[in-house]
């Protein structure tokens, strides 16, 4: 089972400023099987990206993801007051979907 | 327009079975490539996958549950079910179903899920 590691576990920052959230994976995930989903208080997530880096339908441009084998990368280039959530990663490339621990960014 | 709900008890009893709908609209399981998974999520806890069946019937568990769980589908009714046997307060969470349009794409609309508690 490929387990994946999500670090820092909080990222403090304010508005405006430029968000890095890390996934590791235990071992390499094809990056098609890849994907970030952000989770506010109260409510189901919403898929950001898939594919390691393609953005789902409606989301900003402001999010970006990157990566290949076992390090991705999500990217927040600037933070909206609405992006303070915590945010997982999740690969699905083996007959097991797992998530990671998930970061959470919030205001500080 | 995608929509999913989840139903099913609120509260159950340490070793009971649960057993949860997920009902959905907008899309058929019967189209290929299409699947529905379960998702739940502790209290403050991080998600967690537990099964995914797929528009042909094929189906997928967590390894570290599969003995407790069984997901089927009516697609005459546009809906999935989730069962997992022998309940334990630990299984206490809010479930979550989801559709997965296509192979190679994670999930995408997900329910607003139910919460479950397990306790006597």
């Known amino acids: 089972e490929i387990v994946l590691t999500q670090s820092p576990g909080t990222l403090s920052l304010s508005p405006g400023e430029r968000a890095t959230l890390s996934c590791r994976a235990s071992q390499s995930v094809i990056s098609t099987y890849l994907a970030w989903y952000q989770q506010k208080p109260g409510q189901a997530p919403r898929l950001l990206i898939y594919?390691?880096?393609s953005r789902a339908t409606g989301i900003p441009d402001r999010f970006s993801g990157s990566g290949s084998g076992t390090d991705f990368t999500l990217t927040i280039s600037r933070l909206e007051p609405e992006d303070f959530a915590v945010y997982y990663c999740q690969q699905f490339g083996s007959s097991q979907f797992t998530f990671g621990p998930g970061t959470k960014v919030d205001i500080k | 327009q995608i929509t999913l709900k989840e139903s099913g008890p609120t509260l159950v009893k340490p070793t009971q079975t649960l057993t949860l709908t997920c009902t959905f609209s907008g899309f058929s399981l019967s189209t290929s490539g299409v699947g529905v998974g379960w998702i739940r999520q502790p209290p403050g806890k991080a998600l967690e996958w537990l099964a995914l069946?797929?528009?042909?019937?094929?189906?997928r568990y967590n390894s570290s549950l599969k003995s407790r769980l069984t997901i089927t589908k009516d697609t005459s009714k546009n809906q999935v079910v989730l069962t997992m046997t022998n309940m334990d307060p630990v299984d206490t969470a809010t479930y979550y179903c989801a559709d997965r349009p296509r192979l190679s794409y994670p999930f995408d609309n997900w329910g607003q899920g139910t919460l479950v508690t397990v306790s006597s």
């Open positions: 594919g390691a880096s």
């Open positions: 069946i797929y528009w042909d019937d094929d189906k």
